[in-house]
C-alpha cells in the first residue's frame, strides 16, 4: 500500500467522522436554535438534521416543555404596614425558542425579579385580610403582568401561584386569638340554638301530651254518657214492655190495685215512717184483711 493510497483512507475516514458528528437528532418537545457564522440561521424541530461543519453550530437547546420555577420568598409591605414573606410559583413554557435565545440574558433571573416587583406593586395596594383571602386575584393580575412582559422573550406564562404567606409573628398570634375566639362564638351559637330547639320540642311534646289526655278524658265521657243513654234507653224500653205487656193481659181492677200496694211497699222499703195511701188502695186493702178473716173462721 503506498503513501498516497493511506492518506486518501485517512481522509475518508475523516469525512466519515466529520459527517457522523454533524448528524443531530432533535429529540420530542425540543428545539436547537442554529446559527452560522455567528448570527442566527435557522430553529431544528423533532427529527433528523445535518449541520454544515465548521460554519454551523447549536446555539442553544430548548425544552419546550411546561416547567415550574419556584422563587424564594420575597418581603412585601401591605397597604396597611404589615411586611410579609411570600414565596410564587410560576409556571410558564418556551413557545419561541429563537426569541428566549436572543431576548433577554438569564431569563430566570428576569422572570424571577419582574415576579418580585410585580407582588410588590398589587400587595401595596391591598391590605392584610384582602391579601390572606384574594389570592386567587392576585394570581390572576400576576400571571396576565409576567405574560404581557415575557412575551417578547418568547416565554408564556401559563400560571402564578402564591405558595405561603406568612405574616410577623405578633400578627400571626392575633389571628389565631381571633380564630379561637370566632370558633368558640360559632360554637355558644350552636349549643344556644340546641337548647332553644330541644326546649322547644319539650314544649311541643307537653302540648300534644296534653291535648291527648284531654281528647282521652272527653272519648271517656262520650262513651259514659252514650253508656247511661243506652241504660236509660234499656229501662224505659223494659217499662214501655212490661205496660204493653200489662195492656194486652187486660188487668181487673183487684189486680191493679193489689200492685199498686206492692209498689208502694217497695216504695217505702222499710225506711218510711208514714206512706199516705190513696182510698182505692185502702178500701182493698180492708178487702183482703176480711178475706183473710173469713178463712181462718
Known sequence: MTGGTIVLIALIVILIVILIRNIRIVPQA????????????????VGLHLKVPFIERVSKM???????????????ITKDNVTMQI?????????????????????????????????RNIIGDLELDQCLTSRDIINTKMRAI???????????VNRVELKNILPP?????????????????????????GEKRAAILEAEGEKESAILRADAKKQQQILEAEGEAEAILKVQTATAEGIKLINEA??????IRIKALEAFSAAANGQ??????????????????????????
Open 146 to 156: 409576567l405574560d404581557e412582559a415575557t412575551d417578547p422573550w418568547g416565554i408564556k
Open 87 to 119: 414565596d410564587t410559583v410560576v409556571y410558564f413554557q418556551i413557545t419561541d425558542p429563537k426569541l428566549y435565545t436572543y431576548g433577554i440574558e438569564q431569563p430566570m433571573i428576569a422572570i424571577e425579579n419582574l415576579a418580585a416587583t410585580t407582588l
Open 272 to 297: 218510711a215512717t208514714k206512706i199516705i195511701i190513696p182510698s182505692e188502695i185502702q178500701g182493698l186493702a180492708g178487702l183482703a184483711e176480711g178475706v183473710i178473716e173469713a178463712t181462718k173462721k
Open 30 to 45: 425540543r428545539a436547537f436554535v442554529i446559527e452560522r457564522l455567528g448570527a442566527y440561521r435557522t430553529t431544528w424541530d
Open 169 to 193: 409573628k405578633e400578627i400571626q398570634n392575633a389571628m389565631e386569638k381571633q380564630m379561637k375566639a370566632e370558633r368558640e362564638r360559632r360554637e355558644a351559637i350552636l349549643r344556644a340554638e
Open 62 to 76: 430548548v425544552s419546550l416543555k411546561e416547567q415550574v420555577a419556584d422563587f424564594p420568598p420575597q418581603p412585601v
Open 250 to 255: 187486660a188487668p181487673t181492677d183487684a189486680v
